[in-house]
């Protein structure tokens, strides 16, 4: 069993999907900033296309979305991405290759299937695509035959479906509903199309949840042939995410029941013959994520863990964020300012922050631990985070070499509390994040 030592997990921290966090987020970022840092890259581009809809809203949901319930506020704001696309890819040298491109919300198929083929179209027309691997984010509950067409004609391979628990009682408990006959249809229709990387989320720590109940999604989830998983702790923060406040705080598990959940689930998935790839995520042999984390190519971004190595990341729609070597920088979050701003022919940049040499650095430590569980340290940093990382490697679960940091089997779920010990930003900081595990 993995050693439980509460203490060490008591400090909320940040998930480390970029570095700096988006908690060092602030104002002082211009759209010429940007429009520099797009002048400048070169190579291999990601994109990350955000759609803020849904059909109907989750009460766990922590992400940027609201109903797709007025087709006209629907329309005004692809109008808006489409514009936000062309003043972004005339700015974009030619030279530079699109070679990801993925599709996230919200759902993006609370959209119209011949709306989501006219955006794709777009960013055709004004980016260069060079046969790119095509991701797509859904919602089962509406997932129909007319999105199989769209995602086979577009040439989608990877796809992820929000499952979050199989148990009915559960899905009342945080507002999302879906029959299991709604997931075996998507599978299927999925599969049929093209989709070849089939990712589940899944959640722990949710309100009334026992093991019992996690051990049958996590069956189910194996049966049903998932490629990837990833297995999220429920976040329970509704002084940020007022929409969970529908959800009932008494019926949580405790921290003690979510370290046994996420050990619970890691063990499981092992046992099933899939590749532990990173501390939360998990992939059949075969998958691209597997072979990436096997091979020492893993890296973390805004979307979790990925394969994705392009040292740019363009995020377009209302609270995209598009990650530079030295740039990070988030568009502006409420859909009806943003629309505003690009009607205005103004870049919708909200916030963002400069990432200094030291920044960079620190970054590279902390994605290496996350994602291999080692990282080379130099001295100086050593010597000023070792208060901090010594009772984790007075407990075993941290081995400091010659120069080097090593997280064994035993200190895995102590991952990103281990990690935020290199984040100077964490000292004294107001933020409030999410539990350890």
Not at 97 to 125: K, Q, Y
Not at 328 to 335: A, D, G, L, P, T
Not at 360 to 377: M, N, P
């Amino acid at each position: 069993m993995w050693p439980y030592f509460p203490e060490l997990l008591a400090k909320p921290v940040p998930r480390y999907t970029s570095f700096p966090t988006a908690a060092e987020f602030a104002d002082g970022v211009c759209p010429s900033d940007v429009f520099a840092a797009l002048e400048q890259a070169r190579g291999e581009i990601s994109l990350y296309v955000h759609i803020p809809f849904c059909e109907s809203i989750c009460w766990y949901c922590g992400c940027n979305t609201g109903a797709a319930n007025r087709r006209q506020r629907l329309a005004s704001y692809l109008d808006s991405l489409y514009h936000e696309i062309v003043m972004i890819g005339s700015r974009l040298p030619r030279s530079a290759s699109i070679r990801h491109v993925a599709f996230g919300g919200g759902s993006p198929n609370a959209i119209a299937p011949t709306d989501f083929v006219r955006l794709m179209d777009t960013l055709t027309l004004h980016f260069r695509l060079t046969d790119p691997v095509i991701s797509i984010e859904l919602d089962p509950r509406t997932l129909n035959e007319s999105w199989g067409a769209v995602m086979g004609g577009i040439g989608a391979t990877r796809a992820s479906l929000g499952v979050q628990t199989f148990a009915p009682h559960l899905q009342a408990a945080i507002g999302r509903e879906q029959p299991m006959k709604d997931i075996a249809r998507s599978v299927a229709l999925l599969r049929k199309v093209g989709i070849a990387s089939l990712n589940f989320d899944l959640m722990y720590g949710l309100p009334g949840q026992i093991m019992d109940d996690l051990v049958h999604t996590i069956e189910t989830t194996v049966a049903m042939g998932a490629d990837r998983v990833a297995l999220f702790g429920y976040a329970h923060v509704p002084h940020l995410i007022p929409r969970q406040r529908r959800i009932d705080a008494s019926a949580l598990p405790g921290q003690y029941e979510r370290f046994r959940m996420a050990e619970r689930g890691y063990r499981m998935f092992v046992d099933q013959g899939y590749q532990p790839v990173g501390f939360d995520h998990f992939a059949l042999p075969g998958d691209a994520l597997a072979q990436a984390s096997l091979s020492g190519r893993l890296h973390r971004n805004f979307q979790g863990f990925t394969d994705d190595d392009a040292p740019v990341t363009i995020g377009l729609g209302a609270s995209a964020i598009s990650s530079f070597p030295q740039l990070i920088v988030q568009n502006e979050k409420n859909s009806g300012r943003y629309r505003m701003m690009l009607s205005q022919d103004q870049l919708p940049v909200s916030k963002g922050v400069f990432r200094l040499a030291g920044d960079r650095l620190r970054g590279r430590i902390i994605e290496r631990l996350l994602c291999h569980g080692q990282a080379r340290v130099d001295r100086a940093i050593l010597t000023e985070v070792y208060p901090g990382i010594a009772p984790f490697i007075e407990k075993g679960l941290l081995v400091a070499e010659e120069g080097k940091l090593v997280i064994p089997p035993a200190g895995l779920a102590y991952a990103r509390a281990i990690a935020s010990q290199f984040d100077p930003y964490r000292a004294g900081s107001p933020s409030r994040f999410s539990s350890a595990v």
